[in-house]
């Protein structure tokens, strides 16, 4: 099954070919199961793999690659062909990543069956989201960090396609564009990374990379520089602050392509990129270090930025943020299984409150939730899929996100109390926010009859994507945690010296500190239940009321879109001044300056022509003509035989005496 | 008698005939003229034959030459200057100038 494994991407992709030239745009095209069906064999191969190297039947890492190209270079003066070679590596994180992603996309796909069903551009919505995947699972499987940056730039291509997928409205061409830019700026470093990557290390391929990282060939130096620049990669693409601020918007996309993104292509990349270079990172302690606080700050400022908008997406969205935020805090302190396991068991919760909220958005078509409210009782399925989704998001016991997040923040104490602090604090605050949207959403009086009377239940292809995905964020934790099966699965990280960079300084009692973090959890449920869950919202409001100034600051998401928004105005201001540099100084003075000076030239010129030379050429035509001709012809043209005999016989004699 | 001698006559004789042929007015005195000129360079080439390869007589014979094509010229000249007396009247050289550009 494994060597199929480079079978994985191309399937989607090939089906994404198939469906965006396979046939006309029309109600009944078969052709999206076609990318329903690639899919699924893609996710049949991956979970063969997984099984296998769960079993411990297949050996990982498995690597395979065939040449891709070879060009000739020179190396200290001796020329040798270097050859590109471009395959699939499998280690375990990638065998998760792979199912995962997967198993997502599936979900998703079958979803959106019902979601954009009727949606004149159904049929390109399924070529997008195939290409979608496969660029995702390009990236995760290659083994040539330039395959991988090639793929991570097709994902942030077909992003911005799906992103602006209504591109008829006003919003969405404009979050793409925001996405777009914004995640490109963090290109740029991983694009600097790779170039290093290749200056000092000689090879693209992982594999080899790790070796010479091993071997110490390249100087710490260097390697804390590739790791911020593949750090700066994944903020752009992970949302991480502060390039988060693309994600919010990117709420514009359909929502099924909000959970593809935020459960298992997008965003992940950025992480799974960190973890795939970990032994760079784990190699410079200011990479390290560099991660863990991105994460720190990126978890704690979408945390508070989550609790104030009224758009159940954009909750979501944020709530995505800062559990980023926990996944680089935690591969940033050395939990490289922790941050992974986190990552997945988020991509199944994630999905499912997308998916979720897609579904009572599908119902009531408004994204805001001041107009919902008490809906559990007209789409109960979707309730209860979401309260899961919500309680596994939470942290609570004995669903996935309590595990993961547990994990991690285990890790986190155990190099520094402080960063724990703020963690333990932020995983409250998504406690609070996460039920607030639920108790807004679902429970209390409905507040927009009409809405409500016409919320229906979602149909049968996007309730059983919930119930599944509901269902694996119940299992997924405890099923991954058992018996340190995930750890064992991923490894502690390659590179990574058993207890070299998570040299416990602090220990706590992993019961105590689950209790607590626990017990703080409910309490923050608890408050969102006194605020939220209430016929009107006069208590929520009341404390908007008295906290005015910081709702005021997390509404306008602490400025970073104003920051932004400045910095792009700034350098529209300074591309103006160039501008008109150019067209008042460098335009005026320099080229119609020089086009003034030389037609003066050219006119001095052309007088000095026609007085000197054109006289000079007439003057010899008339004199040869007019006075050297006119005389000679009265002295040799008379037609006297005898005077040019006489010539003759002068010119002769004058020769000879001459000679 | 040296070649001096000889050379010495032959160029007499090649500038009394140049003189003529310059200064005659009359087309038949021109022609006699040119006749003393062949005559001058016979005079020249026997002389040579005589005295720088005594042994052939290839001087002498081109000499001989000279003459029967100087008498052929002769009779073709003497005839033009009859066909142009009888047509314009006149043997005067400064008057034939139809050839004037």
Not at chain 1, 54 to 66: F, I, K, R, T
Not at chain 1, 174 to 181: S, V, W
Not at chain 1, 268 to 289: E, N, P
Not at chain 1, 450 to 457: G, I, K, L, N, V
Request: net charge neutral.
């Amino acid at each position: 099954m494994i060597e199929h494994a480079f079978l994985i991407p191309l399937l989607p992709l090939a089906a994404s070919f198939l469906i965006l030239f396979g046939g006309p745009e029309r109600k009944d095209s078969p052709l999206p199961y076609a990318g329903i069906a690639a899919i699924g064999l893609s996710l049949w191969i991956s979970l063969r793999i997984l099984f296998d190297a769960w079993s411990g039947a297949l050996p990982l890492p498995y690597e395979a690659d065939w040449s891709w190209f070879s060009f000739a270079a020179e190396l200290r003066g001796r020329p040798f062909i270097f050859d590109m070679r471009a395959g699939v590596l499998i280690e375990g994180a990638t065998a998760v990543m792979l199912a995962v992603v997967c198993l997502v996309s599936l979900l998703v796909q079958v979803y959106s069956l019902g979601y954009m069903h009727g949606d004149a551009k159904f049929k390109r919505y399924y070529a997008y989201l195939s290409f979608f995947t496969a660029s995702m699972l390009g990236l995760v499987v290659s083994n040539n960090l330039l395959v991988t940056f090639a793929c991570w730039e097709l994902v942030g291509v077909s992003s911005y396609l799906l992103i602006g997928f209504w591109f008829e409205k006003t919003a969405p061409p404009y979050a793409a564009k925001k996405a777009f830019i914004t995640t490109k700026l963090g290109d740029l470093g991983f694009f600097l990374a790779l170039l290093t990557i290749f200056a000092y290390g000689g090879t693209f391929n992982i594999v080899r990379l790790r070796d010479a990282v091993a071997m110490g060939y390249l100087p710490e130096l260097v390697l804390t520089l590739i790791g911020l620049g593949l750090l700066a990669g994944a903020m752009g693409k992970s949302a991480q602050w502060p390039l988060f601020i693309w994600l919010p918007d990117a709420m514009e996309g359909p929502t099924p392509v909000s959970a593809l993104i935020h459960a298992a292509t997008m965003v992940a990349a950025g992480i799974y990129l960190v973890a795939r270079c970990y032994f760079i990172f784990a190699a410079s302690q200011v990479a390290m270090d560099a991660v863990a606080w991105t994460g720190l700050i990126t978890a704690f400022l979408a945390g508070t930025m989550a609790l104030v908008p009224y758009d159940i997406k954009r909750v979501l969205a944020f709530s995505t943020v800062s559990q980023l935020g926990f996944m680089m805090c935690a591969l940033g302190v050395g939990g490289y299984a922790a941050g992974l396991f986190h990552l997945t068991t988020h991509a199944f919760f994630k999905a499912l409150l997308f998916l979720g909220a897609g579904s009572v958005i599908h119902a009531v078509h408004t994204n805001d939730m001041r107009q919902m409210g008490g809906l559990s009782k007209r789409m109960p399925v979707t309730f209860m899929t979401m309260t899961v989704g919500s309680l596994a998001l939470a942290g609570i016991p004995p669903l996935a996100g309590f595990f993961s997040k547990d994990q991690i923040l285990e890790k986190v104490f155990e190099r520094s109390p402080f960063m724990f602090a703020v963690l333990a604090l932020t995983a409250c605050l998504t406690a609070f926010y996460t039920f607030r949207m639920v108790f807004l959403t679902f429970r209390g009086e409905e507040r927009d009859t009409e809405r409500f009377r016409h919320a229906e239940e979602s149909g049968g292809v996007m309730t059983v994507p919930l119930v599944i995905l509901a269902v694996l964020s119940v299992c997924s934790g405890w099923a991954l945690e058992h018996a340190h099966a995930f750890a064992r699965l991923v490894g502690s990280g390659p590179g990574l010296l058993p207890g070299a960079a998570g040299e416990a300084a602090h220990h706590i009692d992993p019961m105590v500190m689950a209790t607590g973090v626990t017990g703080a959890a409910f309490l923050a449920i608890g408050l969102a239940y006194r605020l939220y869950c209430t016929p009107d919202l006069s208590a929520a409001l009341a404390w908007k009321e008295r906290l005015s100034l910081p709702f005021k600051v997390l509404e306008d998401r602490y400025g970073f879109d104003a920051f932004f928004l400045g910095l792009v105005d700034a350098a529209d201001r300074l591309a103006g001044l160039c501008r008109w540099v150019d067209a008042e100084v460098v335009d005026r003075i320099f080229v119609d300056g020089w086009g003034l000076l030389c037609r003066i030239a050219a006119e001095l010129s052309n007088l000095f022509d026609a007085l000197f030379v054109d006289q000079a050429v007439d003057g010899c035509g008339y004199i040869s003509r007019d006075v050297v001709g006119a005389n000679l012809r009265w002295f040799s043209l008379r037609g006297r035989v005898q005077e040019y005999l006489l010539y003759l016989a002068v010119g002769v004699s004058l020769f000879s005496i001459l000679r | 008698m040296t070649l001096a001698h000889y050379l010495f006559l032959g160029s007499a004789l090649f500038i009394v005939g140049i003189f003529g042929a310059l200064t005659r007015r009359n087309v038949i005195g021109i022609l006699m003229s040119v006749e003393l000129m062949f005559n001058a360079a016979n005079i020249n080439l026997a002389a040579f034959n005589r005295f720088l390869a005594p042994a052939g007589v290839t001087g002498q014979a081109v000499a001989l030459f000279i003459m029967t094509v100087a008498a052929a010229e002769v009779v073709v000249g003497l005839a033009l200057v009859l066909m142009i007396y009888r047509a314009r009247d006149t043997v005067y050289a400064e008057d034939i100038n139809i050839l004037r550009g």
